[in-house]
């Protein structure tokens, strides 16, 4: 005998970071793909500005994990070199160029920074909640000045920055209402470090502003969670157990045939960032809506 849910029980928090968030505003088909779909469907080759992002990422904290007698540029580069991510690039010699500008990049950044200004914390997991959603994710660094708490961001894309960049990220937010929480200080100050132009975006949020941005994520959890709960029934009730997945062309793993009434709920949103998509092999609506792109195609000459 099916149970009645208990009048006054609490509803279950939808857990997910930023990043799952700003999928589904991105693409509900695409979120389908990565979060829900069992067994997900294969993504496309590796992006090279993607290796080039995860490798400076990687060695700025490996960085910072130094003992500050070493936190020189010379260690930065040499650190850059040893953990180089060598995947999605045209060729060797590609990738040996990049490697090269990568490491001119985190020279020149840590150059500019106090070696011995220990930051609060380096790749750290924040989290925080509410009475709807539960978020968590993972800040580049952390640093306390004066008082506050400071969210810091690297950013390797090619694209200059602007202040509404920092201003209107979800993501960075979330940090500073997250890192506030745990550590017990106010944080307001969030910055994108962009290492191309060796430039700081900076903004300065308002208890206010990040209330907004918490009521925002909020709302899209709703939206995102109630997606979830019908996919899942539909999985849990209609889809034979143990059938053997089916496959694309090509022999690749392809998504789950889901009902139409699944499948609007998680509908694609086209636009010009399908030919980026890691799954645009397995929409054909992604594939209509522009062409695609070589891995390699985001790095700047």
């Given at each position: 005998?099916?149970?009645?849910p208990l009048e006054g029980m609490p509803r279950r928090l939808y857990a997910c970071t930023p990043s799952r968030l700003n999928n589904w505003l991105d693409c509900p088909r695409r979120y389908r793909f990565t979060y829900l779909d069992r067994p997900a469907p294969r993504k496309g080759p590796a992006w090279a500005h993607n290796s080039v992002g995860a490798s400076v990422h990687n060695a700025l904290a490996a960085w910072w994990r130094e003992p500050p007698e070493r936190r020189t540029p010379e260690v930065a580069g040499s650190l850059l070199t040893r953990g180089w991510i060598n995947e999605g690039f045209r060729d060797a010699e590609q990738s040996r160029t990049w490697r090269d500008r990568a490491r001119e990049m985190v020279s020149g950044y840590v150059?500019?920074?106090?070696?011995s200004a220990e930051p609060v914390g380096v790749e750290r997991t924040v989290a925080t909640r509410t009475s709807v959603v539960a978020l968590s994710g993972r800040v580049d660094r952390l640093d306390r000045r004066g008082e506050e708490l400071v969210v810091v961001d690297y950013k390797t894309g090619r694209r200059p920055l602007t202040t509404d960049d920092a201003r209107s990220s979800l993501a960075l937010a979330v940090y500073a209402i997250?890192?506030?929480?745990?550590?017990?200080r106010p944080c307001h100050r969030v910055e994108l470090h962009h290492l191309p132009t060796a430039s700081i975006v900076e903004w300065e949020h308002t208890d206010e502003s990040l209330a907004r941005h918490l009521g925002h994520a909020e709302e899209i959890a709703v939206e995102a969670s109630g997606a979830d709960e019908r996919y899942k029934e539909w999985s849990a009730t209609a889809r034979p157990k143990g059938a053997a997945p089916a496959k694309a062309r090509g022999g690749d793993q392809a998504p789950p045939v889901v009902p139409?009434?699944?499948d609007a709920a998680f509908p694609p949103r086209t636009g010009p960032l399908c030919s980026w998509c890691d799954f645009r092999r397995h929409c054909p609506e992604g594939q209509a809506a522009g062409t695609e792109r070589e891995p390699w195609a985001a790095l700047s000459d």
């Open positions: 005998m099916d149970q009645l150059a500019s920074l106090d070696p997250a890192s506030s929480r745990m550590m017990r139409p009434e699944i």
